[in-house]
């Protein structure tokens, strides 16, 4: 069997359309997904909000982290279904990094690879 290639599909999105990216990639089949909860900004930089009266920045928005390895040929479905399923059309809709996956290896059968995902 040749070298299938796997890549690792990160995607920050709008905590409130977590359920939405999930039902789009279990769609597809994809089952094994890592979800984080995270804060930061791009480039909207937060935002101001009013508290008691006082002004006050709030630089690190909530966010949600999706991560996901996948067959090379799942790729571009993956990242079509996370980009319909995050969008709103507003600012900070979100990121989606891609990167190169060398192996994997499921820890308890030491299954390798395609199979290990």
């Known amino acids: ?26 769609e597809l089949g994809l089952q094994g997904i890592t979800v984080l909860e995270a804060k930061g900004f791009g480039r909207q930089k937060g935002h101001t909000e009013l508290y008691r009266g006082a002004e006050y920045v709030v630089d690190f928005l909530p966010k949600v982290k999706l991560e996901l390895v996948v067959e090379d040929n799942l790729v571009e479905r993956a990242i079509e ?35 290990a995902i």
Not at 11 to 16: D, R
Not at 83 to 89: H, L, N, S
Request: proline share 2%; charged share 35%.
């Open 1 to 26: 069997m040749g070298l299938r290639l796997m890549k690792k599909i990160e995607a920050i999105i709008k905590p409130f359309k977590l359920d939405e990216v999930k039902e789009a990639l279990h």
């Open 81 to 115: 279904a996370i980009q319909q399923a995050a969008y709103t059309g507003r600012i900070g809709d979100g990121k989606i990094f891609i990167s190169t996956v060398e192996d994997a290896i499921r820890v308890r059968t030491g299954e390798r690879g395609i199979e």
